[in-house]
């Protein structure tokens, strides 16, 4: 495996006190992958997409809100399975935590608010 799902750009710089930061979610493979994006801090940060299925070659716009809050360490994590079925229902598949499969895996994404 190498990079299956990445986040363009790579890094997300919001300001400690609030704001947004718009993404490049982008599955690199030739298969479908269903996703779920988790954060370490769902007190501050909020996405607009959840789950869902990156089709092939696919490209969705992922949307990272910040609420006003103290700057600390924080991370987004993207899992990420393939499935044969563009229309699959996704949620399910990462209902026990960890995604099945033999193309899965995650990708992670460091949030680090400034002052």
Do not use: W
Request: hydrophobic residues 35%.
């Amino acid at each position: 495996m190498g990079v299956e799902v990445s986040l363009d750009p790579p890094v997300c710089p919001i300001q400690a006190n609030g704001g947004t930061s718009k993404h490049k979610m982008i599955n690199h493979t030739d298969r479908h992958l269903a996703y779920k994006v988790k954060s370490s801090n769902n007190s501050n940060y909020s996405v607009n997409l959840i789950y869902g299925i990156l089709k092939v070659c696919d490209v969705k716009e992922l949307i990272i809100t910040r609420k006003p809050g103290k700057p600390q360490a924080d991370k987004l994590i993207i899992q990420y399975c393939q499935v044969n079925d563009e229309n699959a229902d996704p949620k399910p598949l990462f209902a026990n935590g960890v995604p099945p499969g033999e193309l899965s895996g995650e990708t992670i994404i460091k949030l680090s608010a400034a002052e």
